[in-house]
């Protein structure tokens, strides 16, 4: 469904962030090579259900990215415990963070070189002494074969590499389309067979009027059972709650149709839209591989020109323009050559890259089981269980441990798989409750004991409630004073009752946040800055609301009266206290939807319910809407169709804001904000590399962002890990875990008992 869209974004940009275990240890110990065997005790980890998609291109859930990304393979660079990207790594890169001096190993020396004509050059060298698991050299042609998949016309991975600006990148990819997207465009009647067979177009059109058709018939159905559509034969409205717009009389394979033009005929991308049917366990072999075979249409070059290889070791790669967030799309995997692609088909000098360009067929074949330079090698899955096993040829040495297990938890098993031995090391959503679990395990009644020891760490990314610009403003404009005014008065009396909410649901685990950004991140304000503010604290004349020693009751009723004021200069009618009409455009009730499990499950539920009951004491209606399903939340802000809404964000080590704030960001539909002004601020900062001015001007960004009111800034919760004190060796986790450099990026340093 639609929510795998949104999930799929989130996990696109965490990807960046979750920098592979590059041959990276903390601390000055970390050794450079050596064949010392580890503990022959397997560690346990209890973990999320794996989507069994551990290609360094292909793999797109959390539990699958981690596992190939910081295990089994290395990326070019990563990130250090502050967050900064590691240039020169090969002999050691040395950082202090909070008081103790740490060495971090990458297998990479990146110079960056900005030229006068505006270009800018990436000059890499690699270790020449790295080898892949099975004993092959790593070498360049590694690196440009991998980034030669993702920048392959016909790539769908989670990869963003293709999204820089290299030279020669454009003309490489374009004129270029996939086999399916030509014969749907080609229609049922055409006769011209240039690019396809008579029987390839036959079986194309068989599988949508069949399988296609059942595609799209299990998500009416779903509809029907949602009590969204009125029967199974209500395609046009089934399809509309699902964000598609047909006319009457549609059938499921119109249905089908609209769906594949929209997502360019991708059949993986299609099945973001899935119900119970899927197109990848439907869809015949040869139909699905049409999605993923280019054919060229037009001219397009053989090559990148900004690729170029000079040495074993070393290559430089040229972007047409200066990028801050390029470093951090470079920490890209580098995946063997001789594995995923075929050595015979590699030849630099004429234009040839381990595999026929349009055709990532290899590639994919791979996808279950990786192979790399990492730590670990995979050795296999079974019954719910990945099996890792230490690999003898990692170039800084053999980890603590000569098998690692990840094995699929459910949340609520988590802390239990901990005390009953079953696990390790779990890593469990953290809140009040769990806090108190694992407390009253430990003899001492603390998070730290004999049986479990806690690690907390601030999570990279943040809770907030959202409003869709084009679904709460007044008149037409999202963009109007009346319609910011009428988006404040509601932000208003939600965020006064933030504090004790969150206090409530997560204690110490969380603090309320007053910008749309983590903490965690380098550009969020702080509090100690001069321009700092409370967000949704000032009434419509720009007057503080609150002062100081106000109880709580004095606070909600000072923020109910500045809320009056908002809704009377958004053009309600507003009369003894209370609303009696409101402006064209507008209304006097409005729905926010939470993915509570139905039960209020979430964090925000309770900020929802004290407001909608402060609400409705001056006549204004705030429709809480506890989903059962959370895919509905998902699909409907889709569609556009969401007016308020609560969810988290995830977010990366650089700051850019294009993928959320800019019009044409991926997930730019959510607020709709579609404003000139955003836009040019958020190329400006992404533009620079000095980032006292970078942060300067995100924090226009976020002040305008605050202003346009589609954003309440909620929570920054911590995320937490636990371990067995009894069988893990608590001397050897994570020291100064950082949401930039966690306990994952240090499982090669962890021993048993």
């Given at each position: 469904?639609?929510?795998?869209?949104?999930?799929?974004?989130?996990?696109?940009?965490?990807?960046?962030?979750?920098?592979?275990?590059?041959?990276?240890?903390?601390?000055?110990?970390?050794?450079k090579g050596?064949?010392?065997?580890?503990?022959?005790?397997?560690?346990v980890?209890?973990?999320?259900?794996?989507?069994q998609?551990?290609?360094?291109f292909?793999?797109?859930?959390?539990p699958d990215?981690?596992?190939?990304?910081?295990?089994?393979?290395?990326?070019?660079t990563?990130?250090?415990?502050?967050?900064?990207?590691?240039?020169d790594?090969?002999?050691?890169?040395?950082e202090?963070?909070n008081?103790?001096e740490?060495?971090y190993?990458?297998p990479?020396?990146?110079?960056?070189?900005e030229?006068?004509?505006?270009?800018?050059?990436?000059?890499?060298?690699?270790?020449?002494?790295?080898?892949?698991?099975?004993?092959?050299?790593?070498?360049?042609?590694?690196?440009?074969?991998?980034?030669?998949?993702?920048?392959?016309?016909t790539?769908d991975?989670p990869?963003?590499f293709?999204?820089l600006?290299?030279?020669?990148?454009?003309?490489?990819?374009?004129?270029v389309?996939?086999?399916?997207?030509?014969?749907?465009?080609?229609?049922?009647?055409?006769t011209?067979?240039?690019?396809?067979?008579?029987?390839?177009?036959?079986?194309?059109?068989?599988a949508?009027?069949?399988?296609?058709?059942?595609f799209?018939?299990?998500?009416?159905?779903?509809?029907?059972?949602?009590?969204?559509?009125?029967?199974?034969?209500?395609?046009k409205?089934?399809?509309?709650?699902?964000?598609?717009?047909?006319?009457?009389g549609?059938?499921?394979?119109?249905?089908?149709?609209?769906?594949?033009?929209?997502y360019?005929?991708?059949?993986?991308?299609?099945?973001?839209?899935a119900?119970?049917v899927t197109?990848?366990?439907?869809f015949?072999?040869?139909?699905?591989?049409?999605?993923?075979?280019?054919v060229?249409?037009?001219?397009?070059?053989?090559?990148?020109?900004?690729?170029?290889?000079?040495?074993?070791?070393?290559?430089?790669?040229?972007?047409?323009?200066?990028?801050?967030?390029?470093?951090?799309?470079?920490?890209?995997?580098?995946?063997?050559?001789?594995?995923y692609?075929?050595?015979?088909?590699?030849?630099?000098?004429?234009?040839?890259?381990?595999?026929?360009?349009?055709?990532?067929?290899?590639?994919?074949?791979?996808?279950?089981?990786?192979l790399?330079?990492?730590?670990?090698?995979?050795?296999?899955?079974?019954?719910?269980?990945?099996?890792?096993?230490?690999?003898?040829n990692y170039?800084?040495?053999?980890?603590?441990?000569?098998?690692?297990?990840?094995?699929?938890?459910?949340?609520?098993?988590?802390?239990?798989?901990?005390?009953?031995?079953?696990?390790?090391?779990?890593?469990?959503?953290?809140?009040?409750?769990?806090s108190?679990?694992i407390?009253?395990?430990?003899?001492?009644?603390?998070?730290?004991?004999?049986?479990?020891t806690?690690?907390?760490?601030?999570?990279?990314?943040?809770?907030?409630?959202?409003?869709?610009?084009?679904?709460?403003k007044?008149?037409?404009?999202?963009?109007?004073e009346?319609?910011k005014?009428?988006?404040?008065?509601i932000?208003?009396?939600?965020a006064?009752?933030?504090?004790?909410?969150?206090d409530s649901?997560y204690?110490?685990?969380?603090?309320?946040?007053?910008?749309?950004?983590?903490?965690?991140?380098w550009?969020?304000?702080q509090?100690?800055?001069a321009?700092?503010?409370?967000?949704f604290?000032?009434?419509?004349?720009?007057?503080?609301?609150?002062?100081?020693?106000?109880?709580?009751?004095?606070?909600y009723?000072?923020?109910?009266?500045a809320a009056?004021?908002?809704?009377?200069?958004a053009?309600?009618t507003v009369?003894?206290?209370?609303?009696?009409?409101?402006?064209?455009?507008?209304k006097?009730?409005?729905?926010?939807?939470?993915?509570?499990?139905?039960?209020?499950?979430h964090?925000?539920?309770?900020?929802l319910?004290?407001?909608?009951?402060?609400?409705?004491?001056?006549?204004?209606?705030l429709?809480?809407?506890?989903?059962?399903?959370s895919?509905?939340?998902?699909?409907?802000?889709s569609?556009?169709?969401?007016?308020?809404?609560?969810?988290?964000?995830g977010?990366?080590?650089?700051?850019?804001?294009?993928?959320?704030y800019?019009s044409e960001?991926?997930?730019?539909?959510q607020?709709?904000?579609?404003?000139?002004?955003?836009?040019?601020?958020?190329?400006?900062?992404?533009?620079s590399?000095?980032?006292a001015?970078?942060?300067?001007?995100y924090?226009?960004?976020?002040?305008?962002?605050?202003d346009?009111?589609v954003?309440?800034?909620?929570?920054?919760?911590?995320?937490?890990?636990?371990?067995?004190?009894?069988?893990?060796?608590?001397?050897?986790?994570?020291k100064?875990?950082t949401p930039f450099y966690?306990?994952?990026?240090?499982?090669?340093?962890?021993?048993?008992?």
């Amino acid at each position: 469904m639609k929510k795998k869209r949104v999930v799929s974004l989130v996990l696109a940009a965490a990807m960046a962030l979750s920098m592979v275990g590059c041959g990276s240890k903390g601390g000055d110990s970390a050794s450079k090579g050596g064949d010392s065997k580890g503990s022959d005790t397997p560690l346990v980890i209890a973990w999320d259900a794996m989507s069994q998609k551990f290609s360094p291109f292909f793999a797109e859930s959390h539990p699958d990215m981690y596992i190939e990304e910081k295990l089994v393979n290395i990326t070019l660079t990563r990130t250090t415990r502050a967050g900064q990207y590691i240039l020169d790594g090969i002999d050691g890169y040395k950082e202090e963070y909070n008081g103790t001096e740490y060495t971090y190993y990458t297998p990479s020396k990146i110079d960056i070189t900005e030229n006068e004509d505006g270009t800018v050059t990436y000059d890499i060298t690699l270790r020449d002494d790295i080898k892949f698991s099975d004993g092959e050299p790593l070498t360049i042609d590694d690196l440009i074969f991998s980034m030669y998949v993702q920048a392959d016309p016909t790539y769908d991975g989670p990869g963003t590499f293709a999204s820089l600006p290299v030279e020669g990148m454009e003309e490489y990819r374009s004129g270029v389309s996939t086999l399916s997207s030509l014969i749907a465009a080609a229609g049922k009647d055409n006769t011209d067979f240039t690019n396809w067979t008579e029987d390839q177009q036959k079986a194309f059109w068989d599988a949508c009027a069949n399988e296609g058709a059942a595609f799209t018939q299990s998500i009416v159905d779903y509809m029907v059972e949602a009590g969204a559509a009125a029967d199974k034969d209500d395609v046009k409205t089934a399809a509309a709650g699902w964000g598609f717009e047909l006319p009457d009389g549609a059938t499921t394979e119109d249905f089908f149709m609209a769906i594949g033009e929209q997502y360019g005929w991708n059949f993986s991308a299609m099945d973001k839209e899935a119900a119970n049917v899927t197109i990848a366990d439907s869809f015949p072999a040869d139909v699905l591989a049409m999605s993923t075979t280019g054919v060229e249409t037009g001219e397009s070059a053989d090559h990148i020109s900004g690729i170029v290889k000079t040495g074993d070791y070393s290559m430089t790669l040229t972007l047409t323009e200066f990028s801050a967030p390029a470093i951090e799309k470079l920490a890209l995997p580098i995946a063997p050559m001789h594995y995923y692609g075929d050595k015979a088909q590699y030849d630099f000098d004429n234009n040839k890259f381990g595999f026929p360009k349009n055709d990532l067929s290899l590639i994919r074949e791979k996808t279950t089981q990786p192979l790399g330079a990492g730590p670990f090698t995979f050795k296999e899955y079974s019954n719910k269980v990945a099996y890792l096993e230490a690999n003898e040829n990692y170039y800084l040495g053999a980890p603590g441990v000569s098998e690692i297990q990840f094995k699929e938890t459910q949340e609520a098993d988590k802390v239990p798989a901990i005390v009953q031995g079953t696990a390790d090391i779990a890593e469990p959503s953290f809140s009040k409750a769990t806090s108190e679990q694992i407390s009253s395990e430990n003899s001492e009644n603390d998070l730290v004991g004999d049986t479990i020891t806690t690690q907390l760490t601030d999570y990279l990314g943040y809770g907030y409630i959202g409003m869709c610009s084009l679904n709460v403003k007044v008149g037409n404009d999202p963009s109007s004073e009346q319609s910011k005014d009428l988006r404040k008065a509601i932000a208003t009396v939600i965020a006064a009752y933030r504090d004790v909410v969150i206090d409530s649901y997560y204690g110490e685990a969380a603090e309320v946040i007053n910008y749309p950004i983590s903490n965690s991140s380098w550009a969020a304000p702080q509090k100690s800055d001069a321009d700092y503010e409370i967000a949704f604290s000032k009434d419509v004349d720009g007057n503080e609301i609150y002062t100081e020693g106000m109880s709580d009751d004095e606070k909600y009723e000072a923020a109910l009266q500045a809320a009056l004021g908002y809704f009377e200069a958004a053009g309600f009618t507003v009369e003894d206290g209370k609303l009696t009409a409101a402006p064209a455009g507008a209304k006097l009730s409005y729905e926010a939807m939470i993915p509570g499990g139905g039960s209020g499950d979430h964090p925000s539920f309770g900020i929802l319910t004290a407001a909608s009951e402060a609400f409705a004491k001056i006549g204004f209606e705030l429709t809480i809407n506890d989903l059962s399903d959370s895919s509905v939340l998902w699909d409907t802000l889709s569609a556009q169709k969401a007016e308020i809404w609560c969810a988290a964000w995830g977010a990366t080590a650089d700051p850019d804001m294009y993928q959320v704030y800019h019009s044409e960001g991926g997930s730019a539909y959510q607020y709709a904000i579609y404003s000139d002004e955003l836009d040019q601020l958020i190329e400006d900062a992404r533009a620079s590399a000095d980032q006292a001015y970078r942060k300067a001007t995100y924090k226009e960004c976020l002040d305008f962002i605050v202003d346009y009111a589609v954003e309440i800034p909620i929570y920054q919760r911590q995320n937490c890990v636990t371990y067995s004190t009894q069988r893990v060796n608590t001397d050897t986790i994570v020291k100064d875990a950082t949401p930039f450099y966690d306990w994952f990026d240090a499982l090669t340093d962890i021993q048993m008992r």
